[in-house]
């Protein structure tokens, strides 16, 4: 016989695997409350991060919905199409963690790089954008919101003025369109207004150190962004 290449599997997916068998199984009718993340992550003896990714695939293919405040709850019964979904969406997509690694170690670097050289069209630009990202954080308008912070981070990009720089962190911005990450984002991050605000000051002030081209300054504002989301995910 011909045997099949032995292919490792992601933590996250192996989770999201039995939430849906149990629910599948009855154990949790549509409507019913899902175990803390807590005690899933306790039952299955894993860490609480893998527990949340696997939950925000959950989210991201509507089969549980996240109620703030109160837990998870779930929407309809998994098909095994929905299953063989959440699992390869998982398993295809960059983890949460890795995407927030890649962006804390390339992104502030290049914050830093374009307070050393962005031209006033660049910086009037991102302006633009941020301003955008503020208006819709103030609605509570995530997917609108999203996308404007998508645009940020790509001008910031452009804006490093090489295009080896550029062409090396757009791929990584793109990340922001995966599900999970996507979902993650939506019911850990930026839950609501004042989260949505609070990162848009943040955002204010790289930008604000990229127009006084304060490299310093930028460089620390966006690791700073990104080791909240670390925090967060890491809680």
């Known amino acids: 016989m011909a ?70 709850y779930v929407l309809r019964a998994p098909t095994a199409l929905d299953e063989d979904g959440t699992l390869h969406m998982i398993e295809c997509e960059a983890g949460c963690l890795e995407v927030m690694e890649a962006r804390e170690v390339l992104e502030p670097p290049v914050a830093e790089l374009v307070a050393a050289k962005a031209s006033s069209d660049e910086a009037e630009q991102l302006k633009r954008i941020l301003d955008d990202m503020a208006e819709h954080a103030a609605g509570d308008d995530f997917d609108a919101y999203f996308q404007a912070d998508k645009a940020f981070h790509q001008a910031l990009a452009e804006a490093a003025g090489n295009p080896l720089v550029s062409a090396a962190l757009r791929p990584l911005v793109q990340t922001m369109d995966q599900r999970v990450y996507k979902e993650f ?16 000051a943040l955002h204010r002030e790289i930008l604000d150190a990229i ?19 670390r925090e967060i995910w890491e809680a």
């Not at 127009?211 to 989301?229: C, F, I, K, N, Y």
Request: hydrophobic share 40%; no cysteine; net charge negative.
């Open 185 to 200: 984002t939506r019911h850990y991050y930026l839950r609501n207004v004042d989260d949505l605000m609070q990162v848009v």
């Open 211 to 229: 127009v006084a081209g304060d490299r310093l300054t930028a460089h620390e504002r966006m690791a700073e962004h990104w080791s909240r989301m």
């Open 3 to 72: 045997f099949e290449r032995v292919k490792p599997r992601k933590v996250s997916a192996v989770a999201a695997e039995q939430i849906v068998e149990a629910i599948q199984q009855g154990d949790y009718p549509v409507g019913s409350k899902l175990p803390s993340e807590f005690e899933l992550a306790e039952q299955m003896g894993i860490s609480r991060p893998s527990i949340r990714e696997a939950l925000s695939a959950l989210q991201a293919m509507e089969i549980i919905e996240s109620r703030p405040g109160s837990g998870n």
